[in-house]
């Protein structure tokens, strides 16, 4: 709750090769943002503190942004969104780049904010999200697997 400062910030990049639905990406980021409390609650500050707010699952989606951008570029750009602060009174915790080195070359990178998350439940969400895509290119609803899923134990941490 220090402001927005990127100490907390926990990325993860993944490089995607091949033809991409970037529709399908979004709805399958979004499906997961609405299955977890955690990734759609701010803090806004009420009389000096701050009190836990669950965004309606329409108001939370992340969007994500998409930049068409050089090999060259690219480590630069990756380090500037890593480096950027959340807001967490109005602000979730999760942000989504998209980063189009061409056609079917991308570098998606996922920044989340530690009062989320943990370095270990990255891999897991990025999995989550992965399933959620694949269900999405074949015409169906992402699987709901609370037992095995990324960040199940934050939904415990923002109740």
């Known amino acids: 709750m220090e402001g927005p400062n990127a100490t907390y910030n926990i990325p993860l990049t993944v490089r995607l090769r091949g033809a991409l639905q970037v529709e399908a990406l979004e709805s399958a980021i979004g499906a997961v943002v609405e299955r977890h409390e955690s990734l759609r609650t701010v803090f806004p500050e009420r009389s000096g503190t701050p009190r836990q707010e669950i965004l309606d699952v329409a108001v939370s989606r992340p969007k994500l942004e998409i930049q ?5 570029e690219l480590e630069g750009l990756l380090n500037e969104s890593v480096r950027q602060g959340f807001d967490l009174s109005r602000e979730i915790p999760l942000r989504v780049h998209l980063f ?5 070359e991308h570098v998606l990178l996922l920044v989340m904010h530690h009062i989320a998350s943990d370095g270990w439940s990255m891999g897991p969400l990025a999995r989550d999200i992965g399933q959620a895509y694949a269900a999405y290119l074949q015409g169906g609803v992402p699987p709901v697997d609370t037992a095995t899923s990324a960040v199940c134990r934050l939904c415990v941490v923002a109740a």
Do not use: I, K, P
């Open 68 to 72: 068409t951008v050089s090999a060259e």
């Open 100 to 104: 189009r080195l061409g056609a079917e």
